[in-house]
């Protein structure tokens, strides 16, 4: 059996955080009839081939205001960034106000819908960017076993992931592309004795990874973490900087 090393989004999952400071510039379009951010870098910001990163999103989805900011920096780097809205609307946000909420139910909904459609989302983007483009995957919580998949697939060039949700030791074992991994010291969903089971595992498959722990904060920190607090601040900074270098990296090996 493959043992759960990252479980179910819990109820810090489920907070909006702090609002970050910035305006979004993104748009949103339809991919494959799936709603999806699109944030595009500056004319002149990129020479070569197309860089894009899929960007797969926790339950907040790709249209919080917070990782909108997030996805801007990414294309403000030279990046086309696609932030693929798989729960079409559904998000966990939407449902505030219902005392009876089957968080659960909803999660198990959410999981079987983005294995759909996933899928041929991507393939409508390789069709829109081409296939000289070099792809790359970011997810957030809810988003990471995705990546993951890309990684033992070899749909991507790299992947890289925040605060993960859902992996199972096999998620591990099958990587096959270079796995970017920022983790919190505090994460009830990916705890220290799961993320060193991780790391082994990495080590075994002769994968190619790198491991930031940042001290002082929690699971959420990348995308709803109080700026106001240096630790915080810092670490949501620097792991939106290192998946920027990372990717960057092995796009340019990849030539």
Avoid at 92 to 110: G, I, L
Avoid at 134 to 163: M, N, Q, R
Wanted: hydrophobic residues 40%; charged residues 20%; proline residues 7%.
């Amino acid at each position: 059996m493959s043992q759960v090393l990252a479980g179910p989004p819990g109820e810090c999952c489920f907070s909006k955080g702090v609002k970050f400071e910035g305006t979004p510039v993104g748009k949103i379009v339809q991919i494959a009839d799936v709603p999806t951010y699109v944030s595009e870098p500056s004319s002149g910001s990129q020479s070569g081939p197309k860089k894009v990163i899929l960007f797969l999103p926790d339950v907040h989805g790709p249209f919080f205001d917070n990782t909108k900011l997030v996805q801007d920096y990414f294309a403000e780097n030279g990046f086309h960034v696609l932030g693929i809205d798989y729960f079409f609307g559904d998000i966990v946000d939407a449902h505030d106000n219902e005392p009876n909420f089957d968080r659960p139910a909803w999660v198990q909904k959410s999981k079987v819908r983005a294995a759909e459609v996933l899928p041929k989302w991507y393939n409508a983007v390789k069709e829109i960017y081409g296939t000289d483009a070099k792809y790359c995957s970011v997810g957030y919580c809810f988003g990471a076993p995705y990546v993951l998949e890309w990684t033992t697939t070899g749909d991507i060039i790299a992947g890289a992931f925040a605060h993960p949700a859902f992996l199972n030791e096999d998620h591990f074992r099958g990587v096959k592309k270079p796995l970017l991994m920022s983790c919190a010291e505090t994460d009830h969903t990916f705890p220290l004795p799961a993320r060193r089971r991780a790391e082994d595992l990495l080590i075994e498959a002769k994968a190619q990874y790198h491991i930031q722990v940042f001290s002082g904060v929690a699971h959420g920190f990348a995308l709803r973490g109080d700026p106001n607090i240096p630790d915080t601040r810092w670490a949501k900074e620097e792991c939106a900087s290192c998946v920027v270098r990372w990717f960057n990296r092995f796009i340019i090996e990849s030539k």
